[in-house]
Nanobody, 128 residues
C-alpha cells in the first residue's frame, strides 16, 4: 500500500503561482512514476504532468511552459510548481502513483487508469 498526501493548494490571483506537494509513504521503494491530475465538478479527471522516478517528465500541452513537475527521492515527494495561473486552472488537484513498469513512454501515463494510488486532492482556486 502507498499513501499519498497533497498540500499547497489555496486561493491565488490570476498570474500568480502555487507549489503543490505530494508526500508518499508506505511501500514507496519501487515507485515507477507519479503524476498530477486535476478535476472540476461535472468533468473527467484531466492529466497535468507525470514524472518517472528515474528521470523524465511529460506535460499536457496546456501546462507546458507554466507548470513544472519535480521530485525529491529522499523525501518520496513530488512537486508541481504552477506559474502564470489562470482562472481555468481552478480545480481539485490530485497526485497519483504506480509501481507498475508497464510502459517506458510517459505519454501512456496521461491515462488515470495506469495509476494504482491516489491522494485525497487539494483545491486550487484562481481568481480573475
Amino acid at each position: 500500500q502507498v499513501q499519498l498526501v497533497e498540500s499547497g493548494g489555496g486561493l491565488v490571483q490570476a498570474g500568480g503561482s502555487l507549489r503543490l506537494s505530494c508526500a508518499a509513504s508506505g511501500r514507496t521503494f519501487s515507485t515507477y512514476v507519479m503524476g498530477w491530475f486535476r478535476q472540476v465538478p461535472g468533468k473527467e479527471r484531466e492529466f497535468v504532468a507525470v514524472i518517472r522516478w528515474s528521470g523524465g517528465t511529460y506535460y499536457a500541452d496546456s501546462m507546458k511552459g507554466r507548470f513544472t513537475i519535480s521530485r525529491d527521492s529522499a523525501k518520496n515527494t513530488v512537486y508541481l510548481q504552477m506559474n502564470s495561473l489562470k482562472p481555468e486552472d481552478t480545480a481539485v488537484y490530485y497526485c497519483a502513483h504506480t509501481q507498475r513498469r508497464t510502459y517506458y513512454t510517459l505519454t501512456r501515463y496521461s491515462n488515470p487508469g495506469e495509476y494504482d494510488y491516489w491522494g485525497q486532492g487539494t483545491q486550487v482556486t484562481v481568481s480573475s
